[in-house]
């Protein structure tokens, strides 16, 4: 039986113009997708790479999905995540205002994320 997600992860990221740079944000998302699998996990990125917040906001729209919430993958909260996103995020809430949209805390500010990466540096 297929299971029409009724809510939405968005990994936010930064993007580069070095199309290697996002293998390890696949890994992420599909880390994700196999840890939560009620749930459609999307890449997005600021600029540079595709798809960008809104396209991925626009096409859970169309799939009907009425609560998505958005993760950054930043590890520290500078203009990108504390400006810029937030406006993205506004500008987006006005034109869907049938889903609500959370932004979640940057990853680097989860102290199980800082954490296991004072054990990689411990570890290698």
């Not at 009724?6 to 990221?13: G, K, R, S």
């Not at 859970?60 to 930043?74: D, K, M, T």
């Not at 034109?95 to 411990?122: D, H, N």
Request: glycine share 4%.
């Amino acid at each position: 039986m297929l299971i029409t997600p009724t809510h939405a992860i968005i990994l936010f990221a930064h993007g580069s113009s070095n199309p290697a740079w996002r293998e390890p944000f696949d890994a992420i998302a599909q880390q994700v997708r196999t840890l939560a699998p009620d749930a459609r996990v999307e890449l997005a990125f600021l600029e540079i790479m595709s798809p960008n917040v809104h396209e991925v906001v626009r096409e859970c729209a169309e799939q009907g999905i009425r609560h998505i919430r958005i993760v950054p993958l930043f590890f520290g909260v500078g203009k990108h995540v504390a400006e810029d996103l937030q406006k993205l995020v506004e500008v987006i809430r006005i034109e869907f205002a049938q889903i609500k949209i959370e932004i979640a805390p940057a990853v680097g500010q989860s102290e199980t994320v800082r954490e296991a990466m004072a054990k990689y540096a411990i570890s290698i």
